[in-house]
């Protein structure tokens, strides 16, 4: 089981925050450092304000030298396909091959309309996010020396020379969501890795099925695809330790246990294994208090090792 530590930055982190937490995660041995792709609060002030994440990731990418570090998830709503696939082969070689790209929708209206983002509706956005899919592949997978072309109902590309190519030969691809018919059509088609966040172990284990079963639709083996679940984290070597970190990020512990990864290291592992039990591999640690770096120590030195 890989565990991957998981930021919210858009509740409030400047970039020096977020720093500390990603140096912190690659000191203590997590597989990687993710962040989310937002750029309004979902609740508080925000303070200091939002922070971009190709820009936070391309800093990352010098300030830290093992740990990979990708997006749950980029919005395609926010960048042109062809820029984003700039900007993600730019960090991918900026950290020596170490960048995993996540992609989705977009779902958040109100940040769209703070900062005079479109926003389209729900099947233009689907649409959209299946050519940037297209796109942003297929410039990655062109030969150097040859031209990519795409024309579809919302992008057009022409005779793009599709530079700069990433570090690595493939960069791995997240899809993720709830979907029940096109998000696991385009993660059997697309992706590298399947993602389902916050989400309870009935809901990950349905959600897991449907993308073996568009896998097998398309010929594809399912076992090329890494399945992965997101959830709160909030562990404390006892409960006094549990119900101040709960109470750092205004939570209660038993809703918190019911739909986080809380509890004591043993009750973490505990969770962990039941989502193994339908077929994830891989977990993201969404950490809510970036000031508490003992809280990814602990993980790491109790919970990882009982994996």
């Keep these: ?159 793009s020379p599709a530079l700069p190519k990433p570090a690595q030969a493939k960069i791995p691809l997240i899809v993720g969501g709830g979907g029940k018919r096109r998000t696991p059509a385009l993660a059997a088609q697309h992706a590298d890795e399947f993602n389902l966040p916050f989400a309870e172990l009935d809901d990950t284990r349905a959600a897991v099925q449907r993308v073996r079963e568009a896998c097998e639709a398309r010929g594809r083996d399912a076992g090329e695809i890494t399945f992965s679940a997101a959830l709160v984290l909030c562990c404390g070597r006892d409960e006094a330790e549990v119900v101040r970190r709960a109470e750092a990020i205004g939570r209660e512990p038993a809703e918190l246990r019911e739909h986080g990864l809380a509890g004591t290291p043993a009750e973490v592992v505990e969770t962990i294994g039941r989502y193994a039990e339908v077929g994830i591999t891989r977990f993201y640690l969404q950490v809510m208090d970036l000031s508490d770096l003992e809280h990814l120590d602990l993980v790491a030195q109790e919970v990882r090792p009982q994996l």
């Design 1 to 159: 089981m890989d565990l991957r530590i998981f930021t919210e930055p858009q509740q409030g982190a400047s970039y020096e925050t977020l720093r500390r937490v990603a140096v912190a995660s690659e000191e203590a041995g997590y597989d990687a450092f993710f962040r989310s792709d937002h750029y309004l609060t979902m609740g508080g002030d925000g303070l200091p304000g939002p922070t971009d994440a190709w820009t936070t990731l391309a800093a990352l990418a010098r300030d830290t030298s093992r740990v990979r570090l990708g997006t749950l998830v980029t919005s395609a709503t926010f960048r042109h396909p062809g820029v984003l696939a700039i900007q993600v082969a730019q960090v991918d070689e900026m950290s020596g091959g170490r960048v995993e790209f996540g992609l989705g929708t977009g779902w958040y209206e109100q940040e769209h309309a703070a900062y005079g983002i479109p926003f389209p509706p729900l099947k233009e956005r689907f649409d959209r996010f299946a050519e940037q899919l297209e796109i942003i592949t297929g410039l990655w997978s062109t030969p150097v020396g040859e031209t990519f072309d795409f024309t579809g109902e919302h992008y057009r590309i022409e005779g």
